[in-house]
T-cell receptor, first 114, second 112 residues
Framework: NAGVTQTPKFRILKIGQSMTLQCTQD?????MYWYRQDPGMGLKLIYY???????DKGEVPNGYNVSRSTTEDFPLRLELAAPSQTSVYFC?????????????FGEGSRLTVL | GENVEQHPSTLSVQEGDSAVIKCTYS??????FPWYKQELGKRPQLIID?????GEKKDQRIAVTLNKTAKHFSLHITETQPEDSAVYFC???????????FGKGNQVVVIP
């Protein structure tokens, strides 16, 4: 299994541009998450999904959108990029039955907005 | 929402000594408490976890203790080695919810 795969690994955006961070997992996990990590601030949940067709907001959803059309894929969309969205983004998934289990993270996507 | 705090923010220890990181949480209904390790430039990875019906759990050189009354839990690393140098995150579930609240992380530096 490849686990959780994120693309791109690095990206530089100009203010106002849009982009999609891709995330796919091959472990048949129902639960998927998007976090952002800023220096010294830990991991903040942006959006999460408990299954195909179901998404919900986390702590910091403003400026982002997600969709979950399949079990495998959970893309994160940034509309009108702002410097405050400069961060490292991690996608994660977990086992189907419960959220109280191991989170498997992707390698991260480093985004810079100039 | 759930508030998870970690102390200290940075911890330096001599190789071979023990390291202890403490976390406090605010939601008394939280029932699952994992610890993640993140090496520089890498993804976070689960190293140990504990559930609310257990007071202590050990896995080789690492252990976690939970005090539900005081709403805090701690990570203990014994006989520290240079490869233990990393940022460690604690987390707690939001009861009845499908997500974790993470602390801000502790930088542990093991000095050879």
């Amino acid at each position: 299994n490849a686990g959780v795969t994120q693309t791109p690994k690095f990206r530089i955006l100009k203010i106002g541009q849009s982009m999609t961070l891709q995330c796919t997992q091959d472990m048949n996990h129902n639960y998927m998450y998007w976090y952002r990590q800023d220096p010294g601030m830990g991991l903040k949940l942006i959006y999460y999904s408990v299954g195909a067709g179901i998404t919900d907001k986390g702590e910091v959803p403003n400026g982002y959108n997600v969709s979950r059309s399949t079990t495998e894929d959970f893309p994160l969309r940034l509309e009108l990029a702002a410097p405050s969205q400069t961060s490292v983004y991690f996608c994660a998934s977990s086992y189907p039955q419960s959220s109280t289990g191991e989170l498997f993270f992707g390698e991260g996507s480093r985004l810079t907005v100039l | 929402g759930e508030n998870v705090e970690q102390h200290p923010s940075t911890l330096s220890v001599q190789e071979g000594d023990s390291a202890v990181i403490k976390c406090t949480y605010s939601d008394s209904a939280s029932n699952y408490f994992p610890w993640y390790k993140q090496e520089l430039g890498k993804r976070p990875q689960l190293i140990i976890d504990i559930r609310s019906n257990v007071g202590e759990k050990k896995d080789q050189r690492i252990a976690v203790t939970l005090n539900k009354t005081a709403k805090h839990f701690s990570l203990h690393i014994t006989e520290t080695q240079p490869e233990d140098s990393a940022v460690y995150f604690c987390a707690a579930t939001l009861y009845g919810n499908n997500r974790l609240a993470f602390g801000k992380g502790n930088q542990v530096v093991v000095i050879p």
